[in-house]
């Protein structure tokens, strides 16, 4: 069953420095997202990307974040100066459309900035 | 979107039927229900959705009232693999891209 894959699974960082989360989303699916999970609390949604562009944010997803799709596979969140608070795991999803079925989501990557 | 209720915990003998319930008083003709579920800090995995007829697919069935107020996931034969965070999420098919996952239901199944 085809996967959307994530990496790295684990990432420290100090506080301040700018990380960049990976994703591989499904081959063809043409939407992609980026959720985060504080430990403890909801799953939040952050961004959605189609056509090369943001097509809905979340006001968590302030101008530290940004996303970009370098390349025909690869989608990747950055923050670009971590604060303790960006602490979460971090969940990537596609799907194929933008109609009623299900997302896929990745199995995360834990963020830890200290 | 529609809120929805969930029971915040619920235990479920291994081998039993395991029925999730889920409130969603306030929905929309246009909108369907989804039922995703979280196992310990993996990402959310879609199990099913439907509009107005029930549903069923290799995982789960998922019946839904007449009125389409509430709903039940159905987990037929439930396994402890299946012990997860379970939520009950209602979205329109051309609302906003983001899923509200909002706190679920801890599904225990015990041995």
Known sequence: EPEVTQT???????????????????????????????????????????????SEKSEIFDDQFSVER????????????????????????????????????????RLTVV | DAKTTQPPSM??????????????????GNEYVYWYRQIHSQGPQYIIHGLKNNETNEMASLIITEDRKSSTLILPHATL????????????????YALNFGKGTSLLVTP
């Open chain 2, 81 to 96: 693999r299946d012990t997860a965070v379970y939520y009950c999420i209602v979205r329109g098919a051309n609302s906003g």
């Open chain 1, 70 to 109: 370098p390349d025909g596979s690869n989608f990747t969140l950055k923050i670009r100066s971590t604060k303790l608070e960006d602490s979460a795991m971090y969940f990537c999803a596609s799907s194929p459309d933008r109609g009623p079925g299900g997302y896929t989501f990745g199995s995360g990557t």
């Open chain 2, 11 to 28: 235990d479920c003998a291994e081998g039993r039927a395991a029925n999730l319930p889920c409130n969603h008083s306030t929905i929309s």
């Open chain 1, 8 to 54: 790295p699974s684990h990432q420290v960082t100090q506080m301040g420095q700018e990380v960049i989360l990976r994703c591989v989303p499904i081959s063809n699916h043409l939407y992609f997202y980026w959720y985060r999970q504080i430990l403890g609390q909801k799953v939040e949604f952050l961004v959605s990307f189609y056509n090369n562009e943001i």
